[in-house]
């Protein structure tokens, strides 16, 4: 393995890197699997998050969030409500919450300088939730391809790439076997078992 000013010999590996990297560091390795890798898509996601005064939001936050379909045309495309999850990221009387946009084929977050994308998102939440103030507080983060998509067939290309590579090299990630946080965890796991079981080391 070669990294930034450093070079070691390792019995095993995994590759917990998108797809567009893995592909590039594979092509010498396993051909067949990088080509598959680059041919794995993904959507860039905007995550704002905006904190208001809990007297000002009408809507009774009793939930986890919600959804926004893509028939709705709406920036935002989803809204979690972080505070009612995790009580601790809010300050008393305040709420606070996470609001995504992007996805496949609209770009639009991105076009976007920070500030009118998140004026933007407040009018969209405000109407939603019944919000009368405006955000205390406010956070930006863009993820650039971060969102993998998965097409018909998914299944079978991560399993394509699984099976051309050379034993313990692995790929692990939110492109292969799902993109919520537990599914990446089960991911990382499930790879560093093959990976070991591959190269035959012993623990």
């Known amino acids: 393995v070669t990294g930034t000013g450093a070079r070691f010999a390792a019995d095993a590996v995994v590759l917990a890197v998108p797809p567009g990297p893995a592909a590039a560091l594979l092509e010498r390795h396993a051909a067949t699997s990088a080509a598959r890798l680059g041919g794995l898509t993904a959507s860039s996601v905007?995550?704002?998050?905006?904190?208001?005064?809990a007297a000002e939001v009408g809507n009774p936050l009793d939930g986890s969030g919600f959804l926004v379909p893509r028939r709705d045309r709406r920036l935002m495309t989803a809204c979690s409500w972080a505070s009612s999850?995790?009580?601790?990221?809010a300050a008393p009387g305040m709420v606070v919450l996470r609001v995504s946009a992007g996805r496949a084929g609209d770009d639009r977050a991105l076009t976007l300088s920070d500030d009118l994308l998140v004026a933007s998102l407040h009018q969209e939440v405000a109407a939603a939730l019944g919000i009368t103030g405006e955000p205390a507080a406010r956070h930006v983060t863009r993820w650039i391809d971060a969102f993998p998509q998965y097409a018909p067939g998914h299944a079978e290309v991560v399993a394509a790439v699984e099976h051309g590579l050379p034993a313990g090299l692995e790929v692990a990630g939110a492109a292969y076997q799902g993109v919520g946080v537990p599914a990446c965890i089960g991911s990382g796991r499930a790879a560093a078992r093959r990976a070991l079981a591959g190269a035959r080391i012993d623990l």
């Open 46 to 53: 905007t995550m704002v998050c905006l904190a208001y005064l």
């Open 85 to 89: 999850k995790w009580p601790d990221v």
